[in-house]
């Protein structure tokens, strides 16, 4: 493990110029696509785009929360290392939450993560633990549960699957943020289920503000799917902060469609995104195929840039979808 040459112990003096990377985190933009959307003025089809946020993905507002909260409480001092499992962007974010706040992190990923996403947190001074492949992030969640049971003493377990700062994160940031940019008009909201922390916290916030708003969650159509940071509920260990009644609808994509969809939006509205968001655009354009108005907002959780060793980008194709 690299050791970040400074520690939080050690006192940070804020400069009087420039942010905090960690103040680059949320108030991403909304995106309006504009080739792959109907052509019907009365449907609006909006991309919430997290690749923006300073780790790339939409984990950086869940991990930073979590962080936060876990200091307020007084759990991460005394030298305590955070560790959790991670399909990868979760990883990412706190590897970059702990070097700039300064403790040191450990993460638990399946083997098949992508190369990208193992070297990123590793770049950014985390030390990793792989799982099993085969095993998917339910192998890393049993192997971190191992490891926290031999040396909790060493750790601040941080459980992104049943910490309530993961969803309360997105009910005080995402949530107000989709609301004040579509100006309360939102009428559809869909995003992948992994923790389903974008989704419950976002939902929640929006139900609040309009009970007619619908929540519309994406996950994958068979449990051994190729949808890094989604998960197939009905196989997997289901996340405690998980509730599904807060959900109108669950609709099911299949990972090739995913794929092709992504590199769909590539070609044709110049967004590079990741597979979990081809995912949700697919079903977004499922549902807006079946309404004759609506402000359809749909979360994009990462950029291409991190599956670019992966079939994602590297396939044989005919370059015709
Ligand atoms: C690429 C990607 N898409 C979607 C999600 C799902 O987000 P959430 O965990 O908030 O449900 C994640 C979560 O890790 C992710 O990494």
């Known amino acids: ?49 997290e690749w923006f946020n300073p780790g790339g993905s939409v984990k950086d507002r869940a991990a930073l929360q979590i962080v936060l909260d876990a200091e307020r409480r007084g759990d991460l001092v005394g030298g305590k290392t955070l560790i959790d499992s991670s399909s990868g962007n979760t990883g990412i974010a706190y590897a970059m939450v702990g070097a700039a706040r300064g403790f040191p992190v450990e993460l638990v990923m399946p083997a098949s993560v992508s190369e990208e996403r193992k070297l990123i947190a590793a770049g950014y001074g985390a030390k990793i633990t792989y799982s099993d492949p085969y095993d998917g992030s339910d192998g890393a969640i049993r192997e971190v549960r191992r490891i926290v049971a031999e040396h909790g003493e060493r750790y601040y377990y941080a459980d992104q699957y049943s910490n309530p700062s993961n969803w309360l994160a997105h009910y005080q940031t995402t949530g107000p943020e989709v609301w004040r940019q579509t100006m309360g008009q939102v009428t559809h909201f869909v995003a992948g289920l992994g923790t389903s922390g974008t989704i419950m916290g976002t939902g929640r ?106 079939s994602l980008w590297k396939y044989d194709s005919d370059w015709s979808i």
């Open 1 to 49: 493990m690299i050791a970040p040459s400074r520690r939080a112990s050690q006192a940070v003096t804020p400069s009087a110029f420039g942010q905090d990377i960690l103040d680059r985190v949320g108030n991403t933009p909304l995106i309006a696509p504009k080739r792959v959307v109907p052509d019907n003025p009365d449907i609006h089809v909006l991309i919430k785009a």
């Open 205 to 310: 916030y929006l139900r609040e503000r309009n009970p007619r708003v619908q929540i519309i969650g994406v996950q994958p159509d068979d449990a051994l799917h190729g949808i890094e940071g989604l998960k197939h509920m009905e196989s997997a260990i289901v996340p405690a902060i998980y509730d599904e009644r807060l959900l109108d609808q669950k609709l099911l994509v299949n990972t090739e469609e995913a794929f092709a969809m992504t590199r769909r939006i590539a070609r044709e509205e110049g967004i590079f995104a990741g597979q979990s968001s081809g995912a949700a655009m697919l079903c977004a354009l499922r549902l807006a195929e079946t309404l004759n108005a609506g402000v359809i907002v749909v979360v994009f959780p990462d950029g291409g840039d991190k599956y670019l060793t992966t």
